[in-house]
C-alpha cells in the first residue's frame, strides 16, 4: 500500500506563513489535494491537482509538488486557518490520505 | 448549490447490517463519480468505496471487501452503501463525496456508524 506522512501539528503566528509537508514514495509523480477540516465539520478541497485553488478559496493557500514532497502554503494566516489538513493522492485506482496535520494558529 | 446529504446513521451489532444514503442536489449527479471515505480518531481518513457513473467500475477498499456494496439510483440521485458483517472497526463517521480532477471536490456532512453489542 501507499503511505503518506504529515507532520501532526504545526504552529504558526498570525499573518505569518505556515508550511504543511506531506511525503510519499515519488509522490512528484501524482498528482496531490489537500483539504481543510474544522472541527465538527466535513473537509472541504483547499488545493487540487497539487498547485490550483477551487473557486472560493482565498489566495493566500498555495500548493506544490515534487519529487518526495508535496507542500501546502498558507501565506498571512489568519485565525479562521486553524484546522486540520490532509493531504490526498491515487494510488492503484483509490485514494490515499495523509494522516493530518493540525494547524494552531498562536 | 452542489449538496450531498447522508442518512442511514445508527446502531448496529456487530456482525450486523445498515445501509447508507446519500441524496445529491445541485449537479448532474449522473455525470459523477461518487465516493464514500470513512473518518474515525485512531486511521484518520480512509477510502471505503467508489462507483463511476453508470456503476460499471466499482473499487472497494480492501478492509471492507466481501461485506459492502456500493450502488446508485441515477434517476433517484441517490448513492447507496450496504454494509454487511459490520465489525468494531467499521465504527466511523462516513462521508460521500464528488470525485472531480483527481480530487474529492464537495463532501457531505457525515453520517455515523456505532456499531457495538
Known amino acids: 500500500s501507499y503511505d503518506l506522512t504529515q507532520p501532526p501539528s504545526v504552529s504558526v503566528s498570525p499573518g505569518q506563513t505556515a508550511t504543511i509537508t506531506c511525503s510519499g514514495n515519488k509522490l512528484g509523480d501524482k498528482y496531490v489535494c489537500w483539504y481543510q477540516q474544522k472541527p465538527g465539520q466535513s473537509p472541504v478541497l483547499v488545493i487540487y491537482q497539487d498547485t490550483k485553488r477551487p473557486s472560493g478559496i482565498p489566495e493566500r493557500f498555495s500548493g506544490s509538488n515534487s519529487a518526495n514532497t508535496a507542500t501546502l502554503t498558507i501565506s498571512g494566516t489568519q485565525a479562521v486557518d486553524e484546522a486540520d489538513y490532509f493531504c490526498q493522492a491515487w494510488d492503484s485506482g483509490t485514494e490515499v490520505f495523509g494522516p493530518g496535520t493540525k494547524v494552531t494558529v498562536l | 448549490e452542489v449538496q450531498l446529504v447522508e442518512s442511514g446513521e445508527g446502531l448496529a451489532q456487530p456482525g450486523g447490517s445498515l445501509r447508507l444514503s446519500c441524496a445529491a442536489s445541485?449537479?448532474?449527479?449522473?455525470?459523477?463519480?461518487m465516493h464514500w471515505v470513512r473518518q474515525t480518531p485512531g486511521r484518520g481518513l480512509e477510502f471505503v468505496s467508489s462507483?463511476?457513473?453508470?456503476?460499471?467500475?466499482?473499487y472497494y477498499a480492501d478492509s471492507v471487501k466481501g461485506r459492502f456494496t456500493i450502488s446508485r439510483d441515477n434517476s433517484k440521485n441517490t448513492l447507496y452503501l450496504q454494509m454487511g458483517s459490520l465489525r468494531a472497526e467499521d465504527m466511523a463517521v462516513y462521508y460521500c463525496a464528488i470525485e472531480g480532477d483527481f480530487c474529492l471536490d464537495v463532501w457531505g456532512q457525515g453520517t455515523t456508524v456505532t456499531v457495538s453489542s
Open positions: 462507483i463511476s457513473t453508470n456503476g460499471d467500475h466499482i
Open positions: 445541485g449537479f448532474s449527479f449522473s455525470d459523477k463519480t
